[in-house]
């Protein structure tokens, strides 16, 4: 009676295995985790009974990292006495993992090396009473994993001066960028100042170009990028910027000197982008914005104010000689100013007063 059973039981059982088999062509599932660096990939590609994945990681990167596990996608249970069993190892036979009771199992290591790694995975009813494991399937997977190509570049990085409606320097700054590029569709220029100041967006290489005449790969960009007028060193740096195929942004600081690139810096100082603007003693212009020097003649304080919001960075007392008797700068550039003359003798002076808009000069007299 008992071998009638299990006759019964084995013979149960072929006719789920020979129902199974009609779901060889279903692509197995290969989970890569949240914490993949991949930027994309072909999705499952099915031969047969092999699932070929392929992989894209960014160019400076050596491996593909996450946390991967391989799905058997075909739904199935085994008979009284068994339990599902998948063993993984690579095609050379090197044993990688297995599970019981479930329809995945996991790769252990965190990282897929490039090029193509190829597995075998096969499923099983497995007894654990002395009954003969019973083959469900075989299943091949192939993960391929290749880089993006380098980016090349050959650039140049320069600061320009900006100018107003009325061409007038404004004392603010720019950069532009000429030059030719290849493989660059994730790289950005970003420049930072050692104040901290004028936070901006990084500008996309591949969006500089305002010629349509010009190859795609080559910069003429005399409108420039970036804007800020803050008094000091400015760096332009070149970031690659990516999304992963999970949605993690991915953000790298091209090495200075690597793939062609070279890091910019300029410095810019108070005398920077200003306009020479000489309307007293000799030129008998007006400035748009006028001021105001009083008392004037004056014996020890002299208060300067600017209408129009302009801002006085710095004060020098000249002779008529244009030798500097005096010289101030100021911590917070504001419209209003003093300056102490005490010292100075009586006598006619010119006051150059540098502001964030250019450079005026006023008649002092002192008492």
């Not at 059973?5 to 013979?11: A, E, F, N, Y």
């Not at 803050?230 to 993690?248: D, E, F, K």
């Not at 600017?306 to 419209?335: P, R």
Request: proline share 4%; glycine share 6%.
């Amino acid at each position: 009676m008992k071998k009638t059973i299990l006759k019964t039981t084995k013979l149960l059982l072929a006719v789920g295995l020979l129902s199974l088999n009609s779901f060889k062509s279903e692509a197995q599932t290969l989970t890569y985790g949240n914490n993949t660096n991949a930027v994309a990939t072909s999705g499952a590609v099915i031969s047969g009974s092999t699932t070929n994945y392929t992989f894209t990681i960014p160019f400076y990167q050596s491996s593909m990292v996450g946390t991967f596990s391989i799905g058997y996608n075909t739904i199935f249970s085994c008979g009284p006495g068994y339990f599902k069993s998948i063993t993984l190892h690579k095609t050379d036979g090197t044993y990688v993992s297995n599970s019981t009771n479930s329809n995945g199992v996991s790769i252990p290591s965190s990282s897929m090396p490039l090029g193509t790694t190829s597995y075998v995975m096969k499923v099983y009813c497995a007894s654990g009473g002395g009954l003969p494991s019973q083959l469900i399937a075989t299943k091949y997977i192939n993960v391929t994993v290749v880089k993006e190509a380098d980016p090349s570049l050959s650039l140049s990085i320069s600061a320009f001066c900006k100018k107003n409606k009325d061409n007038l320097y404004n004392g603010y700054i720019g950069f532009n960028a000429t030059g030719s590029y290849t493989n660059a569709s994730k790289l950005y220029l970003s420049v930072v100042n050692t104040a901290g100041t004028c936070s901006q967006a990084d500008t996309k290489l591949t969006a500089l170009s305002n010629n349509i005449n010009l190859p795609n790969n080559t910069i003429i960009n005399p409108s420039g990028f970036y804007d800020c007028n803050t008094n000091t060193t400015y760096t332009v740096s070149m970031v690659y910027r990516s999304a992963t195929i999970t949605g993690q942004n991915l953000v790298y600081d091209i090495p200075n000197g690597a793939y062609g690139w070279t890091d910019y810096s300029w410095t810019k100082t108070f005398k920077s982008c200003l306009n020479k603007l000489d309307p007293w003693p000799n030129d008998p212009i007006k400035l748009k914005t006028s001021s105001v020097v009083y008392p004037n003649p004056a014996k020890d304080i002299v208060n300067i104010k600017l209408e129009n919001e302009e801002k006085i960075i710095a004060v020098s007392i000249l002779d008529f000689s244009n030798g500097i008797q005096k010289k101030q700068e100021f911590k917070k550039a504001t419209s209003e100013q003093t300056i102490d003359v005490t010292d100075l003798r009586k006598g006619i002076y010119v006051l150059e007063i540098v502001t964030d808009q250019g450079v005026r000069k006023e008649k002092l007299v002192k008492e």
